[in-house]
């Protein structure tokens, strides 16, 4: 009665053909409306594609690890007695195994559900990307009672650590993250921090295949640094008192905090009082951005990524803290859903951790700055008229001239470093 | 006002409607002459007279019958079941006839009978005479089950019950008949269908009816020591159900306990939480958990029916299960 088309969805907004990383059915199984089909690598993470026509999975058209444009035929699911012959032969014979994609002709279609039925299922469905916010089929666990708080409050409830019974999160952890203190039981264990991730071991003479992450990568900021004229305006800020906080915080509160989540901070503050350096270059004008969504970027295995803090101005410093740990540590798991590695309006990067002093960063477009910070190091500094010993980081702002002109990206740091050396005021 | 037993109470609402009504009547086993088996009709037959407070022989679907047929042609009768572990031998009568005949003749026969007595454990009385069967009437459409926790709650209550058209299964406790409460007065009813809060609270909810309310309310003198201040709600009427003001409460207080003195297996606690988790799913921060009696027949050693049945202690795990403390 029915045959659908099982077709690779769009699943980032900015995917433009993905990996079959493995099949989660096989010719001959039957299949549900809303089964998981396949994992797709797309350039951002893995995702589920779910089946949105029921039947059986008759054919797969694209086998694990092969490659495919967003749009094109992967499968075919139907009853068992139908006729899919022409379909397949309409298909012709799709790039099978790894290797280079197939060449795409036209460009990629318009977002598709997937796989479209030829014949009426039930009713229309949605298209299935996005997928649903925070908690809708996430593997979070939580009451009820604390989803709906978290989705009213605006709390990504991934951030939240559970205190419940197999650690399901309740009203309590969702007040107490509110309240920017951990709840009891999540004191444990204070969760990886942004650590450095090994580096995949490549030999040398070896020709590597681009991942769909690397191809992105290679042409978002490859647009942005020869579109966007960029110039570099580096500060160095007296870090002092904001070593002294960091150990106040870890001896009164337990609470480790980083460098970077006082950077964030710093510049989450500061970025309301300068819209230009939140906003972005449109072509024929240029937008400002009402809100401040901070993007951090995360080195992961074969790549980076830049998990976003929402309304980061809005947040405490202990929130930002436990955001970012948790969306670095998804980050690196491939977990992260595409609406929390989208929309950041201003970057903030960090090297400190290899202990560089300073360096430059490729703007995130369509952001018109980011942020490239440095280790915070032990160097000799004048203080009345004598050498101490002082800490120092300095930090480097790269900004779109054509949004950003020097002395506002040199008064936007200037208030970053006031925030940085006077961090109390981060508190406020 | 006067602090009256239920036993009292009872027996005014009956003695109050009797005088007030010519065609409300009492039937039932020992009613008459020994005054009661729990002197609920003490003082009846003497006011009332032979023709309106009838002894029957021990035939329980013969009185539930009789009720029957005399609440079709237009009496009230109010019918004893000595206990409600006897009621199983009317069940005929009271599902096929007092439930259903309104329904099958389109509203042209009415059946305004009152079955009322005992029900649930009382003490040592051993497997066949302890049942709690609210989830075999509240299943019926068509009847009304009326289940009151204080002598206040069971005179208002059965004064109502006489007065409504249906069908009433009123069940009442032999624990709670020597339990003492405040009284008006003054002539009152308390509407069937709408339930009541014991006590107010704000960390969890329990709904309880009849001798679990007593047993809730201990377990919530024991949590507040602890500083956990839960609501009592008592539905009252178990059929039908005032589940908004259950809803109202759960919704405050985003945790719900049910305790009720029925089996687990299928009892009306299990009704509770469904419409809970269905109209209140938002606003739970934990499952709804319930306590009941044992999933066994009442055994008859003392210590094993404290076990079996629902005690305070038990309801204050519960609670400390739903508020997670």
């Not at chain 2, 739970?284 to 055994?299: K, S, Y």
Request: hydrophobic share 45%; charged share 20%; aromatic share 6%.
């Amino acid at each position: 009665m029915t045959v659908s088309k099982v077709v690779l969805a769009k699943l980032s907004p900015t995917m433009e053909e993905g990996t079959i990383v493995k099949w989660s059915k096989k010719e001959g199984d039957p299949v549900k409306v809303g089964d998981v089909l396949a994992e797709i690598e797309t350039d951002k993470a893995n995702m589920e594609m779910e089946a949105q026509g029921a039947g059986i999975l008759r054919k797969v058209l694209v086998p694990a690890g092969g490659k495919a444009p967003v749009g094109s035929l992967i499968g075919v699911i139907a009853d068992a007695g139908e006729d899919i012959s022409t379909l397949l032969k309409a298909a012709g014979t799709v790039a099978p195994a790894p290797g280079p994609p197939p060449p795409v002709a036209a460009p990629p279609p318009p977002p598709a559900a997937a796989p479209v039925p030829l014949t009426p299922v039930s009713g229309p469905r949605a298209a299935p990307v996005p997928p649903p916010p925070a908690g809708g089929r996430g593997r979070v666990k939580a009451s009820p009672l604390a989803r709906a708080i978290a989705a009213r409050e605006n709390i990504p409830l991934a951030a939240v650590s559970g205190s419940g019974p197999g650690g399901r999160i309740v009203k309590r952890d969702i007040e107490s993250y509110a309240a920017g203190s951990p709840a009891p039981a999540a004191l444990a264990p204070p969760g990886p921090g942004p650590s450095v991730v090994p580096f995949p071991s490549v030999a040398p003479g070896q020709e590597i295949p681009l991942s769909s992450m690397r191809k992105t990568i290679a042409k978002r900021l490859s647009e942005s640094m020869f579109t966007a004229p960029h110039f570099y305006v580096t500060v160095d800020i007296d870090m002092g008192a904001a070593v002294a906080l960091r150990d106040q915080l870890l001896k009164g509160e337990n609470t480790k905090i980083s460098f970077n989540d006082l950077v964030v901070k710093a510049c989450a503050r500061a970025l309301p009082r300068f819209p230009l350096v939140n906003a972005s270059w449109m072509g024929d004008r240029i937008a400002t951005h009402s809100e401040v969504h901070v993007g951090v970027a995360v080195s992961i295995p074969d790549g980076l990524i830049t998990p976003v803090v929402r309304n980061a101005d809005r947040k405490s410093l202990l929130e930002i803290s436990q955001e970012v740990k948790d969306l670095a540590r998804r980050a690196r798991d491939k977990k992260l859903r595409p609406e929390e590695f989208m929309g950041s309006t201003f970057t903030v990067s960090n090297l400190g951790m290899f202990d560089v002093s300073e360096f430059t960063a490729i703007i995130n477009p369509p952001e018109s700055a980011i942020l490239a910070v440095g280790a915070v190091q032990k160097v000799p500094v004048v203080a009345e008229d004598a050498v101490r010993v002082g800490h120092r980081m300095k930090v480097t702002l790269s900004s779109d001239h054509r949004v950003v002109d020097g002395a506002l990206a040199a008064q936007f740091l200037g208030e970053v470093r006031l925030r940085l050396e006077n961090p109390i005021s981060l508190f406020a | 006002m006067a602090v009256l037993t239920m036993r009292d109470a009872l027996n005014q609402a009956l003695k109050e409607e009797m005088a007030r009504d010519p065609s409300v009547f009492l039937l039932g086993e020992e009613v008459g002459a020994y005054q009661g088996a729990y002197k609920v009709t003490q003082g009846l037959l003497a006011q009332f007279g032979e023709w309106r407070v009838r002894d029957t022989p021990i035939a329980e679907e013969a009185i539930a019958g009789v009720a029957v047929g005399a609440a079709f042609i237009g009496l009230r009768p109010v019918a004893e079941m000595m206990t409600f572990n006897f009621s199983i031998l009317a069940l005929d009568q009271i599902v096929n006839h007092a439930a259903k005949y309104r329904y099958m003749s389109g509203g042209q026969i009415r059946c305004p009978m009152v079955l009322r007595g005992p029900s649930g454990a009382a003490a040592q009385v051993a497997a066949q005479h302890s049942q709690a069967f609210e989830s075999w009437f509240v299943h019926i459409p068509g009847l009304v089950v009326v289940m009151p926790s204080t002598p206040r709650d069971a005179k208002g209550l059965l004064k109502s019950a006489i007065r409504d058209d249906n069908p009433v299964i009123f069940m009442e406790n032999e624990v709670l008949y020597n339990f003492k409460g405040e009284v008006p007065d003054e002539e009152y009813h308390i509407p069937l269908g709408l339930a009541e809060v014991k006590r107010a609270g704000k960390d969890a909810t329990i709904v309880a009816w009849s001798r679990s309310v007593v047993t809730s309310l201990a377990a919530a003198d024991l949590l507040a020591k602890d500083g956990i201040e839960v609501e009592v709600v008592d539905p009252r009427t178990l059929r039908p159900l005032d589940e908004d003001l259950i809803f109202e409460s759960v919704r405050r207080t985003n945790r719900c306990v049910v305790v009720e003195e029925g089996w687990r297996y299928a009892g009306f606690g299990a009704e509770i939480a469904d419409r809970v988790q269905r109209e209140c799913f938002d606003d739970l921060d934990a499952p709804v958990v319930r306590v009941t009696a044992a999933d066994v027949p009442m055994p008859y050693a003392k210590t094993l029916e404290r076990a079996y049945l629902p005690q305070p202690e038990k309801v204050v795990d519960a609670v400390h299960q739903v508020v997670y403390r």
